[in-house]
């Protein structure tokens, strides 16, 4: 079975670091891995996805995310923080087209100080 | 217009009441999703519908009824709520036609409260 971990449920940085949010997966057959964010108060909006392009995924905002098989790891990494990523962060799995759902991670939230 | 829109965005309501929450999609997509939030649980499928005559459970069905009206609408039924249905939904979409990904679209949640 599919299954997604973040490692720490809050993630607190200062404006202009670098952020780092961890993501890894379970899955026996190759994944799709997705990132959202949910801003407060609103829906999930969608980061990046990582469909076996490219190992190295960009997204919007700046975010990007690196597919490490051998880690089973889909980090999702931004050079430098901004006030406005203040939000929460979703990891999410899904084995292929024909999978049920999207399998979500618990979340991680994301705070930036000034 | 936002392609995937839910009503109501927020309901509170008594313990035992029937409850609708109803998602429509202008994306054209034949896969509609239910999810419920809860804190420090991510998301937790409830129910999804592949198309108007497929609909299956999710990992907590349980309480929960749905209704696939047309391609566009897929509503979410608490036939008797309790207050542990406390929590934001989302309704998503998806067409594994594009890349094969099942990239969800989600609308902008209900937040429904059970006294």
């Known amino acids: 079975a599919q299954s997604v971990t973040q490692l720490g449920s809050h993630v607190s940085v200062s404006e202009g670091a670098l952020v780092l949010l961890r993501c890894n997966y379970s899955?026996?057959?190759?994944?799709?891995l997705f990132w959202y964010v949910q801003y407060p108060n609103q829906g999930l909006q969608l980061l990046l996805k990582?469909?076996?392009?490219?190992?190295l995924v960009k997204g919007i905002n700046g975010f990007e995310a690196e597919f490490k098989k051998s880690e089973t790891s889909f980090h999702l990494t931004k050079p430098s923080a901004h006030m406005s990523d203040a939000a929460e962060y979703f990891c999410?799995?899904?084995?292929?087209?024909?999978?049920?759902?999207?399998?979500f991670g618990k979340g991680t939230t994301l705070s930036v100080s000034s | 217009d936002a392609d995937v829109t839910q009503t109501p965005r927020n309901r509170i309501t008594k313990t035992g009441k029937r409850i609708m929450l109803e998602c429509s999609q202008t994306?054209?997509?034949?896969?509609m999703y239910w999810y419920r939030q809860d804190p420090g649980l991510g998301l937790r499928l409830i129910y999804y519908?592949?198309?108007?005559?497929?609909?299956n459970k999710g990992e907590i069905s349980d309480g929960y009824s749905v209704s696939r009206q047309a391609q566009a609408k897929f509503s979410l039924s608490l036939e008797s709520a309790i207050p542990n249905q406390t929590a934001l939904y989302f309704c998503?979409?998806?067409?594994?036609?594009?890349?094969?990904?099942?990239?969800?679209?989600f609308g902008p949640g209900t937040r429904l409260t059970v006294l």
């Open positions: 998503a979409t998806s067409d594994p036609g594009q890349g094969g990904s099942n990239e969800q679209f």
């Open positions: 990582y469909t076996s392009a490219a190992t």
């Open positions: 999410a799995v899904s084995v292929n087209q024909a999978g049920t759902a999207l399998i």
């Open positions: 899955s026996s057959v190759p994944p799709y």
């Open positions: 994306k054209g997509h034949d896969r």
């Open positions: 519908s592949f198309d108007v005559k497929d609909i």
